[in-house]
């Protein structure tokens, strides 16, 4: 019979008032601040907050190209999601698929120029919903020691 091993740990400790606010808040924040940001540029712009994402960082990659995969990583949906979102941008002569040249099973999200005019006009908008649903709120705050607990967040362990 195999032998169970356990590690003795002392059992978390409870959050303190300040630790409890800071959960909830961000917790709200995490829900609250991608629906609010997609909502601005759904009604301004007829684009939702993941199809400026994907033109985003099309527009800062290499070529303006990026493999499907990565381009589902860097903004955090599925590859079957990502497939369904470069398929409207498709659609609308945003952005083309092509087959990568050193794998013939992958392929590629291309940025085209209207993509990039596309980005671009619709960049004010994403401008002034950050501001006005985030920095607007964070007057005071240490923003290079805020960023840098955010991106630990993200981080895998």
Do not use: K
Request: one cysteine or more; hydrophobic letters at 40%.
């Amino acid at each position: 019979m195999a032998e169970i091993r356990t590690t003795e740990t002392a059992p978390p400790q409870p959050l303190n008032p300040d630790e409890e606010a800071v959960a909830r808040a961000l917790g709200r924040a995490i829900i609250v601040l991608p629906r609010a940001i997609d909502a601005d540029l759904t009604r301004e712009q007829h684009l939702t907050l993941n199809e400026y994402s994907v033109l985003m960082h099309l527009s800062e990659a290499p070529e303006r190209r990026l493999r499907m995969s990565e381009l589902a990583g860097v903004c955090d949906v599925s590859l079957s999601g990502m497939t369904r979102i470069v398929g409207r941008l498709e659609a609308d002569g945003l952005v083309e698929r092509v087959q990568c040249p050193e794998d013939a099973r992958g392929s590629n999200a291309v940025l085209t120029d209207a993509g990039l005019a596309r980005l671009e006009n619709a960049y004010p908008t994403h401008l002034a919903s950050t501001r006005r649903h985030i920095m607007d709120h964070l007057e005071g705050l240490d923003l290079p020691r805020l960023a840098d607990a955010l991106r630990r967040f993200a981080t895998p362990v």
